[in-house]
């Protein structure tokens, strides 16, 4: 999309993020991460929890006929 080498990409975001943090202070990283956290968990167990329910379901197959 922007055509960036992935090495530029890394040491860029690093850099921002590393100015974001000396200009806004820690406080403010350490608010953003405190809450983001709790999406960032939620949306983790579902990508686990989903897949291993609907593999655990039974499917229409071993369902016994009446």
Same mark, same amino acid.
């Given at each position: 999309m922007f055509d960036l080498n992935l090495t530029h990409a890394v040491w860029l975001i690093g850099f921002t993020a590393g100015a974001y943090t000396i200009y806004g202070g820690l406080k403010a990283v350490v608010w953003s991460d405190l809450t983001s956290s709790p999406v960032q968990n &939620? &949306?983790? &167990? !579902? =990508?686990? =929890? !989903?897949?291993?329910? &609907?593999?655990?379901?039974?499917?229409?197959r071993s369902r016994p006929r009446s």
């Open positions: &939620r &949306r983790m &167990r !579902v =990508c686990i =929890c !989903v897949p291993q329910a &609907r593999r655990r379901s039974p499917s229409k």
